[in-house]
């Protein structure tokens, strides 16, 4: 399995950006999907989360109210909608597949931890002047 993001660049601060993430091999409409950023000398950081089926999502409390995951299981691609951009989102943004996803009561538990992630790409970098 095969994961390649895009979209990122530079970008002044109040400005929107979306990164998207390609999946190739596997099956993409089994996994949920997450990005994780990663800024210089700090570890990586969840971002946001989606189901399989993109029904339900999850997002970091810093990301909260201004980013958006969603997902279009008929491309194999995964969006981040960034808006209201910031310096300090400034980061190696990565998408990563999780393959395993236990299910109880009919619900995927999606993790916001990256060791419970089994693909990941290379990442994009966004920065964000003030």
């Known amino acids: 399995v095969q994961l390649q993001a895009s979209g990122g660049g530079s970008v002044q601060a109040g400005d929107s950006r979306r990164l998207s993430c390609v999946t190739s091999?596997?099956?993409?409409?089994?996994?949920?999907m997450a990005w994780f950023r990663q800024a210089p000398g700090k570890g990586r950081e969840f971002v946001a989360a989606?189901?399989?089926?993109?029904?339900?999502?999850w997002y970091g409390d810093s990301v909260k109210g201004r980013f958006t995951i969603s997902r279009d299981n008929a491309k194999n691609t995964v969006y981040l909608q960034m808006n209201r951009l910031k310096p300090e989102d400034t980061a190696g943004y990565y998408c990563a597949a999780d393959r395993n996803a236990p299910v109880i009561g009919g619900k995927e538990l999606v993790s916001v931890h990256t060791n419970e992630y089994d693909y990941w790409g290379k990442g994009t970098l966004v920065t964000v002047s003030s």
């Open positions: 091999g596997g099956t993409f409409n089994a996994y949920p």
């Open positions: 989606i189901t399989s089926s993109g029904d339900r999502t």
